[in-house]
């Protein structure tokens, strides 16, 4: 399969961070939901990321997906703006969508569109010109597009999402055995509702030293205990 591709973990981003100059920090998540790394280009595409990987609601997340050329062409030139074009040889460049979702809603899947862009960069004319394309081009396939800024996340969620994202998968960790793991973190969640009077560093410690684990391989195993939804917490 080429790129711009396939679904759930034979999907290939248009674009790999490999491939586009950000301006912010580019980031390889794991997806929860996919399976497979995904290619984010700023810090506020992988805030909501984790977000759109933990909603309940959202079964599978393309990022990077490329639109139609022909058609994000004729549409410039129906509103009369100047279509995305390589700086060097002026040929029309393929237009992308941050991210494009399955997600079911109301017992049926439908498709997500978003764009992803810092609040003051729309303040800028020509950004706007190209959003306009874009928001037309999803108007047209009959999917539910918008923008979303770096107002829009909610901080404190994506940060706590992001704490236990990375520990949802421990299989591929070192470990004394295969199974070792997953082995520990069951016996840390049986253990869990009869110690609720400790603080959680006080449950840490006391079973790192109860299991004979290293410091803080029970705070991980909490953490992928929460990702895998075996434990539930507030992440607001």
């Known amino acids: 399969m080429g790129r711009g591709t396939g679904a759930g973990a034979?999907?290939?981003?248009?674009?790999t961070?490999?491939?586009v100059p950000s301006s912010g920090r580019t980031h390889r998540p794991h997806g929860m939901k996919?399976?497979?790394?995904?290619?984010l280009l700023s810090d506020i595409e992988r805030d909501l990321f984790y977000i759109l990987d933990w909603s309940p609601s959202v079964i599978d997340i393309r990022?990077?997906?490329?639109?139609?050329?022909?058609?994000t062409q004729a549409i410039a030139e129906r509103i009369g703006v100047r279509h995305p074009r390589d700086t060097a040889t002026r040929t029309p460049l393929v237009m992308t969508t941050d991210f494009l979702c399955d997600a079911m809603r109301d017992g049926r899947r439908v498709l997500i569109a978003r764009s992803v862009k810092p609040v003051d960069k729309l303040q800028d004319d020509?950004?706007?010109e190209k959003q306009e394309i874009e928001r037309r081009y999803w108007v047209e396939q009959d999917v539910d597009w918008g923008i979303v800024t770096d107002?829009?996340?909610p901080a404190t969620y994506a940060e706590n999402i992001g704490?236990?994202?990375n520990c949802a998968s421990v299989a591929d960790l070192a470990q004394p055995f295969p199974g070792y793991y997953a082995e520990k973190a069951a016996l840390i969640a049986r253990e869990v509702p009869?110690?609720?009077?400790?603080?959680l560093h006080q449950f840490c410690a006391e079973m790192d030293l109860r299991l004979a684990l290293p410091p803080a391989t029970t705070l991980m195993l909490i953490r992928h205990l929460i990702a895998t939804r075996v434990l539930v917490c507030d992440t607001t």
């Open 126 to 128: 020509r950004v706007v």
């Open 34 to 39: 996919t399976g497979r790394v995904h290619h």
């Open 194 to 199: 009869m110690r609720a009077y400790l603080t």
């Open 63 to 71: 990022e990077q997906f490329p639109l139609d050329r022909g058609i």
């Open 163 to 165: 704490r236990v994202h």
């Open 151 to 153: 107002a829009d996340i």
């Open 17 to 19: 961070i490999q491939d």
């Open 10 to 15: 034979d999907y290939k981003p248009w674009f």
